[in-house]
T-cell receptor, first 118, second 108 residues
Framework: NAGVMQNPRHLVRRRGQEARLRCSPMKGHSHVYWYRQLPEEGLKFMVYLQKENIIDESGMPKERFSAEFPKEGPSILRIQQVVRGDSAAYFC????????????????FGPGTRLTVL | GIQVEQSPPDLILQEGANSTLRCNFSDSVNNLQWFHQNPWGQLINLFYIPSGTKQNGRLSATTVATERYSLLYISSSQTTDSGVYFCAPQGGSEKLVFGKGTKLTVNP
């Protein structure tokens, strides 16, 4: 069983460019989560998605950041007009949908994408 | 939201020693996970433990949800145990709330 896949593993962008980070969940998992780890800080939740639905985006910055999880294909975290403060490790996690709404299933993490903004 | 406090922030051990890492949280939780972030940055699942005790090899974990804490025990530590250990409870939503972690260094 392949784990959570993320690509690219490393991404370098200049200020003002766009960054697109991709995440393929584990087989059989229908829930995707994005977290960000800033240097010397812990991991912070950004957004929780199911196929074609954003369930909770309470951790997303109000501007420049967006996420999607289409019916087909990977989940995408998109950062427009990147700034130096966006440099961080971005982790994707996935979980199965067991037990119905209100169940809290184990989340499994991908290897992360390390974004560097020059 | 839930506040998470981990202690100690840093821990240095000699190989073969035992240790206990603590995670306190401020509110009732539906789930709690422990992770090891290795020196390459990868997050490895250790335990999914909303309550009770679980063991996996040299590691074990106990969560006492009514008293709002969880403990991670590492016995006979090895240099490969080095890294940062995070606890992450879930409260009223699906998001994991991470503590700042315990940085463990195991010296040969």
């Amino acid at each position: 069983n392949a784990g959570v896949m993320q690509n690219p593993r490393h991404l370098v962008r200049r200020r003002g460019q766009e960054a697109r980070l991709r995440c393929s969940p584990m087989k059989g998992h229908s829930h995707v989560y994005w977290y960000r780890q800033l240097p010397e800080e812990g991991l912070k939740f950004m957004v929780y998605l199911q196929k074609e639905n954003i369930i909770d985006e309470s951790g997303m910055p109000k501007e420049r950041f967006s996420a999607e999880f289409p019916k087909e294909g990977p989940s995408i975290l998109r950062i427009q007009q990147v700034v130096r403060g966006d440099s961080a490790a971005y982790f994707c996690a996935s979980s199965p949908f067991l037990g119905g709404p209100g169940s809290y299933n184990e989340q499994f993490f991908g290897p992360g994408t390390r974004l560097t903004v020059l | 939201g839930i506040q998470v406090e981990q202690s100690p922030p840093d821990l240095i051990l000699q190989e073969g020693a035992n240790s206990t890492l603590r995670c306190n949280f401020s509110d009732s939780v539906n789930n709690l996970q422990w992770f090891h972030q290795n020196p390459w940055g990868q997050l490895i699942n250790l335990f999914y433990i909303p309550s009770g005790t679980k063991q996996n090899g040299r590691l074990s974990a106990t969560t006492v949800a009514t008293e709002r804490y969880s403990l991670l025990y590492i016995s006979s530590s090895q240099t490969t145990d080095s890294g940062v250990y995070f606890c992450a409870p879930q409260g009223g939503s699906e998001k994991l709330v991470f503590g700042k972690g315990t940085k463990l260094t195991v010296n040969p």
